[in-house]
Nanobody, 116 residues
């Protein structure tokens, strides 16, 4: 089993920054993809950013230029640096680790609230 655990959520101000961290434990073998998703109240979960074992990244259009995903393979950790926060970034953020097709593990989520 694999267990990702998120941390770092909380309250951020519009225009400010927050950083999320996700540490995964368990049977983890490279290569694997790590992703951040978010789900706002009343909305579907959406992919925010992803990073491969080789460091290839992709982002949702809504966060490009504001968010940066990075990872430390030695520690099985992925970070999400969120800058220039907007109220519409408010959501529960989830980390996932995917070892292969149909083999994806999710964290419990961390709340991010952007408000003045």
């Amino acid at each position: 089993q694999v267990q990702p655990v998120e941390s770092g959520g909380g309250l951020g101000q519009p225009g400010g920054s927050l950083r999320l961290s996700c540490a995964a434990s368990g049977s983890i073998f490279s290569p694997y993809v790590m992703r951040w998703y978010r789900q706002a109240p009343g909305k579907q979960r959406e992919l925010v950013a992803a990073i491969s074992s080789g460091g290839k990244t992709n982002y949702a259009d809504s966060v490009k230029g504001r968010y940066t995903i990075s990872r430390d393979n030695a520690k099985n950790t992925v970070l999400l640096q969120m800058n220039f926060l907007k109220p519409e970034d408010t959501a529960v953020y989830y980390c996932s680790l995917q070892r292969g097709p149909g083999d994806e593990y999710w964290g419990q989520g961390t709340q991010v609230t952007v408000s003045s």
